[in-house]
Structures are given as structure tokens and as C-alpha cells.
């Protein structure tokens, strides 16, 4: 069965300091990872994937991720945080066509002024 | 841009009661998701469709939770009855055609159910 972990219940960065919200995953297999975000009483917004090819991926709002297969890895990272940048954060992992998302518990993103 | 469309937003319902849940998906997306999610937590799986027919309904609560797809276009969630512990974000998410490997979900806005 596949599965993913977010350590991290909380991240706290200043504003303008670069940002990392970490994920490690378990699947059979080859997996398709992805993040999203979630602001209060909204539903989830793609932010992300890996499929294949380049292991640093690039998304929105200047959000980028690193596949790492050795250690089953897929950090969320931007290199200035913004006080917008402040949600919740879900990484998600599938392993083929359209079998569901098995999401993590979340990371809630605070950026301070 | 194509959106999830999900209602109510908000539902208040008292325990014992039934309540619904609507989704439309982004059209042609064949594929359709219920999730819930617990405050605090992640979404959950409780019923996936393709078309029609449903593919995974494991982790749906059959004696009281029930879906349908009856045209493989829009969806409804039933909750009867309605317990204090389903108070929950329910989320439906679709995808395009099947062979589409590794392509994303796309969210609706959830509606938020309080059992009182």
C-alpha cells in the first residue's frame, strides 16, 4: 500500500527566507507525486507534480519541488517566502493511470512579516 | 478555466438527519473522487467512480454513507443518518480519461458539514 509522510505539523519562516516543507513516500512501484495547497475553508489547489524526467520540478507561485528516489523524498521549497504564501500544504502520491491521491496529514505554512 | 462544482458550501444538519451532497465535475473528466476530510487531517478516499460505475468504495460507511453517478456526469453523496462524527470537510475532485498517467485532480471547493 502506498503512503506518504509530512514530519512536520508546522513550519515557521520569516518573510524573504527561503521556505521548505518536507514529504517522504512509500509506494510498490514508481510514483507520481504531487503537492497542493489549501487555504481556510477552500478546497485543494494544485500546486505541482513529478511524473518523470527532471528531478526538480517547477510549479506555481514560484513554488518548486526535488524528487529524490534514493530517499523516497519530495521536499516543497521556494527560495523567498511570502506572507501569502501562508496555508496548509498537502503532498499526495498516486502509482498509476487514475487510482486515487493517498495524501499526507499536512503542513501548515506560516510566513511572518 | 473548467471547475469542480460543489454544493452547498456550508451545511448544518442535526444528528439522526439525512443530508446531500452535489458535485459536477469538469466536463469530459471520466473519473470522480469523494474525499472527506477531518479538520487536522488529510483527505481520505471514500468512493472513486469511472463513468458510471463505481471503482473503489472500500473506505465508504456503508450502512450509512451512499453515492451515485447515475449519467456519469454529476454526483451525489447521501449521509443517512447523519452522526456528530461525520462533521467534516467532504471534497469531490475529478480527473481527465483514463491513460492520463500521473495527471492531477482537480478540487472542488468542499462543503463544510457540521452535525449538531
Known amino acids: 500500500a502506498q503512503s506518504v509522510a509530512q514530519p512536520e505539523d508546522q513550519v515557521n519562516v520569516a518573510e524573504g527566507n527561503p521556505l521548505t516543507v518536507k514529504c517522504t513516500y512509500s509506494?510498490?512501484?514508481?510514483?507520481?507525486l504531487f503537492w497542493y495547497v489549501q487555504y481556510p475553508n477552500r478546497g485543494l489547489q494544485f500546486l505541482l507534480k513529478?511524473?518523470?524526467?527532471?528531478?526538480l520540478v517547477k510549479g506555481s507561485y514560484g513554488f518548486e519541488a526535488e524528487f529524490n528516489k534514493s530517499q523516497t523524498s519530495f521536499h516543497l521549497k521556494k527560495p523567498s517566502a511570502l506572507v501569502s504564501d501562508s496555508a496548509l500544504y498537502f503532498c499526495?502520491?498516486?502509482?498509476?493511470?487514475?487510482?486515487?491521491?493517498?495524501f499526507g496529514k499536512g503542513t501548515r505554512l506560516s510566513v511572518i512579516a | 478555466e473548467a471547475e469542480v462544482a460543489q454544493s452547498p458550501r456550508y451545511k448544518i444538519t442535526e444528528k439522526s438527519q439525512a443530508v446531500a451532497f452535489w458535485c459536477d465535475p469538469i466536463?469530459?473528466?471520466?473519473?470522480l473522487y469523494w474525499y472527506r476530510q477531518i479538520l487536522g487531517q488529510g483527505p481520505e478516499l471514500l468512493v472513486q467512480?469511472?463513468?458510471?460505475?463505481?471503482?473503489?468504495d472500500s473506505q465508504l460507511p456503508k450502512d450509512r454513507f451512499s453515492a451515485e453517478r447515475l449519467k456519469g456526469v454529476d454526483s451525489t453523496l447521501k449521509i443517512q443518518p447523519a452522526e456528530l462524527g461525520d462533521s467534516a470537510m467532504y471534497l469531490c475532485?475529478?480527473?481527465?480519461?483514463?491513460?492520463?498517467?500521473?495527471?492531477?485532480?482537480?478540487f472542488g471547493q468542499g462543503t463544510r458539514l457540521t452535525v449538531v
Open positions: 475532485a475529478s480527473s481527465p480519461p483514463a491513460g492520463a498517467r500521473g495527471t492531477e485532480a482537480f
Open positions: 509506494v510498490s512501484g514508481n510514483p507520481y
Open positions: 513529478y511524473i518523470t524526467g527532471d528531478n
Open positions: 499526495a502520491v498516486r502509482v498509476s493511470g487514475n487510482t486515487p491521491l493517498v
Open positions: 466536463s469530459g473528466h471520466a473519473t
Open positions: 467512480f469511472q463513468d458510471e460505475s463505481v471503482v473503489d
